[in-house]
């Protein structure tokens, strides 16, 4: 049995299905309002090229947060990801082309260069995820059961896993698994409680489904399970208000056509290089300063003039690869960010002045509770720092040179055209990392490095990524780490035992 239909739990019930098991898979969302992180994301996923230098970038980026052998089994399964998702792609009628989107996110690190990133031609996420409910439904051993929310494992009086008790229809059900249960309900971010907890700096938005609720993640706690990574995320930096559900993406997280812009915090300086907006761009955002008792970057302002206003494109990017959707905001509730931002102007989201001090004031006078964005500081932003900073910045750009914090001379423009504007912006992203610790075939461990018996995870939901998250890298686990949790799980013996202990 598989708790939760996302790319994780499509993989995963494709390997466990091939590998000759009956497969049930519960869904908390109604069939016809299912997202999940796959088919709103871009659809890009790693493949490398080479798997001895794929080991060496992933403990790059892992530090001691993962094991060598860990590491060398995702250098090594994810190395057959293009192959695989273009037979899975072929199986169903579909384009099997692959193309290549880019290299390795932290070029500087060793063994980048055998970091290869690849999507379906044919699009998106959304596509991916098309191929893999296609490949799903094609399997007469695979069941789907929506509008049924896991809400606890149920084990034996020696802590195997039996099932899972879910609530349908409002009603609550046990269901039996005579082989396995494999845990893939995603992260926790729409759960304000474990953010709280788990999360250094706060608050921090997401611009996923929100159904991703840690629903599998207390679950497993429940159960006994070890945790890791509970503190990653991967997030950029991007816009969330309170009168609208989910985060928004800043522009695809890629530099604007303008540069005139930059990012300033509460009290109007400058901290990093604002065009390099990857996935571990929020750690520049959650620095707490202990004298003031405030995360004084949380949120910080994107502040920009007429000419970015007017570059032809949204702030936000909904669209990815031949127009595809990205991000719920798109794809679930509708909204497309106007090319001129206009939109957000009239809905308050985009505060506007005539000069850079009395845009100062328009922010001083937002510092606080109100109607379009929530305040966890108590800091007011003074005119003259913000007037400097602009000065400062515009100087660079005229010189072609930023002395602080080395953003390129070709991405540097200066703040000359009139009117200005201002939003807030905050770590926002996809998803969160952190869950239950797992082991080579995928089982779910406890807090002695033991497997939990029959119980196995797949996906973000305790991801293999900690230090820091590689772009690409989601995508790549679930479709790597989905083939080995389903094949190991349909490879345990039927039968559960009969005595139920909690």
């Not at 002045?353 to 964005?373: E, K, M, W, Y």
């Not at 196995?456 to 080995?484: M, V």
Request: hydrophobic share 40%; proline share 5%; with cysteine.
């Amino acid at each position: 049995m598989i708790v939760g239909y996302g790319g994780a739990g499509a993989v995963t019930a494709i390997a466990a299905a091939d590998a000759g098991a009956n497969v049930v898979v519960l869904e908390k969302n109604p069939a016809g309002r299912h997202f999940c992180n796959t088919n709103v994301s871009g659809g890009i996923f790693i493949s490398p090229t080479e798997t001895e230098g794929a080991f060496r970038y992933l403990k790059a980026c892992m530090g001691d947060t993962v094991g060598d052998e860990m590491c060398r089994l995702w250098a090594q399964e994810t190395s057959l990801n293009k192959d695989y998702v273009a037979d899975l792609a072929r199986s169903v009628g579909e384009p099997p082309q692959i193309i290549r989107c880019a290299g390795a996110e932290f070029p500087g690190l060793p063994g980048a260069a055998a970091i290869s990133s690849w999507a379906l031609a044919a699009g998106t996420g959304g596509k991916l995820f098309s191929v893999l409910d296609q490949c799903v439904r094609a399997r007469a051993s695979i069941r789907l059961e929506y509008g049924a929310s896991g809400r606890r494992l149920v084990q034996s009086a020696d802590g195997e896993v039996l099932g899972v008790r879910a609530l349908r229809n409002g009603a609550v059900i046990s269901i039996r698994a005579r082989r396995a249960t494999i845990l893939a309900t995603g992260g926790y971010e729409y759960h304000e409680q474990l953010k709280a907890n788990f999360l250094h700096g706060g608050p921090r938005y997401f611009y996923g489904p929100e159904g991703n609720t840690g629903d599998g993640l207390l679950m497993a706690m429940a159960a006994g399970a070890d945790l890791w990574h509970m503190n990653a995320a991967s997030q950029h930096y991007g816009m969330a208000y309170k009168n609208f559900p989910v985060g928004f993406n800043l522009a695809n997280f890629r530099p604007f056509p303008r540069s005139s812009y930059l990012v300033v915090d509460q009290h109007g300086r400058r901290f990093f290089d604002e065009t390099r907006n990857g996935h571990s761009a929020y750690s520049h955002f959650v620095f707490f300063d202990p004298e003031s008792g405030a995360c004084p970057r949380i949120p910080a302002y994107l502040i920009f003039d007429e000419s970015l206003r007017l570059m032809g494109r949204p702030l936000s990017a909904s669209k990815g690869l031949n127009g595809g959707l990205i991000g719920a905001a798109a794809a679930k509730h509708g909204y497309f960010w106007s090319d001129d931002q206009s939109r957000e102007i009239e809905r308050g989201w985009i505060m506007k002045a005539d000069t850079i001090a009395q845009l100062a004031q328009a922010i001083r006078s937002r510092q606080g509770p109100n109607d379009v964005v929530i305040y966890p500081n108590n800091i007011r932003m003074a005119a003259e720092a913000l007037v400097g900073s602009i000065a400062t910045f515009n100087e660079y750009a005229r010189q072609g040179n930023d002395p602080e914090f080395g953003r390129q001379a070709a991405l540097l423009e200066p703040l000359a055209t009139p009117p200005f504007y201002a939003t807030e912006v905050w770590p926002v992203g996809p998803n969160t990392q952190g869950g239950p610790r797992f082991d080579t075939r995928g089982r779910v461990l406890d807090a002695y490095g033991e497997p939990i018996p029959r119980l196995y995870k797949c996906g973000e939901l305790g991801s293999i990524y900690g230090r820091c998250y590689t772009g690409g890298g989601n995508l790549a686990e679930l479709l790597a780490f989905g083939r080995i949790a389903g094949r190991s799980a349909a490879g345990e013996p039927s039968g559960a035992a009969s005595r139920v202990g909690r």
